[in-house]
């Protein structure tokens, strides 16, 4: 039952992703000579997984990472800019000599190109580093980001 539970948890019912943060619980079960076999019971673990599954409400979850971009002075703006049109909250902002921190919280999602597109607005001055922060769930991503 907990292999047939684990596979659909793997192949993730709504958009083929894991789902995470569940628990199961079996109350009933019985052992039959003839018609129980692993497969059976492999079975029937995907089955039920899939029905509670559909009952709970579930949420999608988005990767929020951190991220911080070491950038000259003149070009702070446009990458702040460019921060926000993928969804970003700047966070604030550190100066170093003739350079600015900023840091943000950004989708992870959004970040495809964001390694271009930060070359492209700093003539290649900039850098910058991410790491995942936590997950957000769909209702805070429509009101927050």
């Known amino acids: 039952i907990l292999k047939g539970v684990m596979e659909k948890m793997q192949q993730g019912p709504l958009i083929g992703a894991y789902v995470r943060d ?12 003839v018609d129980s076999n692993d497969i059976a019971f ?32 003149d070009v702070t ?5 460019d921060i926000q049109m993928r969804r970003g909250m700047v966070e604030g902002m550190d100066s170093e000599g003739h350079f600015t921190v900023v840091k943000a ?4 999602a959004e970040m ?8 492209s607005i700093s003539q290649g001055r900039a850098r910058f580093k991410m790491k995942f922060n936590h997950f957000i769930g769909q209702a805070l991503i429509e009101n927050q980001f």
């Open 22 to 33: 569940i628990r199961v619980c079996i109350f009933d079960g019985k052992m039959h000579p």
């Open 42 to 73: 492999k079975l029937a673990g995907m089955m039920a997984f899939k029905q509670a599954f559909q009952q709970a409400d579930p949420q999608l979850l988005e990767p929020i990472y951190s991220v911080e971009v070491r950038c000259p002075d």
């Open 77 to 81: 703006g446009n990458i702040m800019g």
């Open 105 to 108: 919280k950004v989708p992870h």
């Open 112 to 119: 495809q190109q964001f390694g271009s597109s930060l070359r």
